[in-house]
DNA sequence: ACTTGTGAAACAATTCACAGCA
DNA sequence: TGCTGTGAATTGTTTCACAAGT
């Protein structure tokens, strides 16, 4: 167990990568896992796995594996995933919309309690059960007494930097946003971005440099090649 | 100009990061930009941007900085984003249609050309303009003479592989997708993830671990720091 | 005076390789 | 024998600091 140590942003990802493999194996009734088997899920070097996991205990029996309810307990603990997370939306368009009815949000633990708009028609649209958007000025208001600490920003709303610093007033301390944001936020805050479009130029970029052999012919320039199999990181 | 050298891919997302961000300068009629200022806006260190630059080339001018619209045609060279890209959607859900309506992908360059799916209740539905989703199983079909080489992945479908495997005999050379993908691709064909609950895991281990003092409290364990703004990989 | 471009240095992450234990 | 856990070696990335150009 190394202690005291930096934890590698990396490792946290992957933590939350291998938590979801494990997830999939026990509702499929596996009992116990090696480092090969669910680093290769994880399209990870199985020292990777064994390092990660390293920075936070010792969770395996050697010459067997890792049970794999007792390591999903572990990792579900280390990322605070052992309680549910209350979320707001910021933006009641069709993208903020469709997320939140896909479900997929809590079949992982997250759960949309509110969610605001700063635009007159938007406002009062109901969407699924018993969730209204409601008027970014509210926030204040309606966000204390919910415990929601994070924010899921889904498009371009108008005054963007004046809602998000609502949202900070009413005690969010996290975003996830699909959008860039410039407002000032303190850097004690946590945002991370995600961009379909910045990851469909990574796709762009590897299939204009011929990566690809055997394709059709889209080489342009000599070959330049980008070391892995390309892991994105959500920046905007 | 470092030549021969293997391009981090780190350095190729950032530069889809600069471009936004020249995209927005040039709307607002800035004609020329310092690394500083361009770095401070994609958040990096200056010498990060100099250096993600000098992979490819000398674009700037010493003691004047960048011309805006000359490094965004060099930039947009690089990646292969100087022709438009198709695109398909496997997935004719609400997120698919939501993602499709939302005209976040035309503004940046990339055309959806056909929607599929296995679901029969599904196939036939009509999403916006002249687009019909559409039976996996034409993808054959359909696809080859659209010049469509990008798929967009946006939820789970029946027999997923399945589909895969299609797409991969349509012609199609690279894959974004919102969920994860057990097919066997090619080691050659690039993948990449976009999961939004990985990401607000990673949320809820910074809130979990104290990096936030301020905020309500919910400190567990003893504080453990991710040495950055968390900077995020895509992967599932 | 100011800002780029880039070797060299510093730092960080990954992988190796094997000791140690079931 | 088989697989974990981890120090050491390797590999990769970022930052520094300054020469060079305008």
Redesign the interface.
Known sequence: MEKGK?????T??????Y???LL?MRKQGRRTVSSLELASA??VNPAQLRKDLSYFGRFGVRGVGYSVDGLLQEIST????RRP?N?CVLGG???G???I??G??EQ?G?FVEAVFDSRPEIIGHSIGPGLVVEDIRGAGMSLPQK?V??C?IT?EVPDLNGCVHRLLDA?I????SLV?VSASIP???????????????????????G??????D?L?GEP?????????????
Request: net charge positive; hydrophobic share 45%; glycine share 8%.
């Open positions: 930096k934890i590698p942003a990396a946290i990802f992957r933590l939350s990568v938590r979801q493999h999939e994880a399209r280390i990322l605070g995933l997370w979320l368009g069709k993208v919309r469709a997320i009815v896909s997929h949000l992982r997250y415990e600490f994070l899921m498009e005690g301390r996290g975003f996830l860039p850097p004690t805050i946590p945002v991370q971005y995600m961009d379909f479009t910045t990851l469909l130029d990574t796709l762009a970029y590897t299939l204009t440099h990566v690809n052999r055997g394709g059709p889209f342009e330049v090649t980008t070391e892995k199999p390309p892991m994105g990181a959500c920046l905007v």
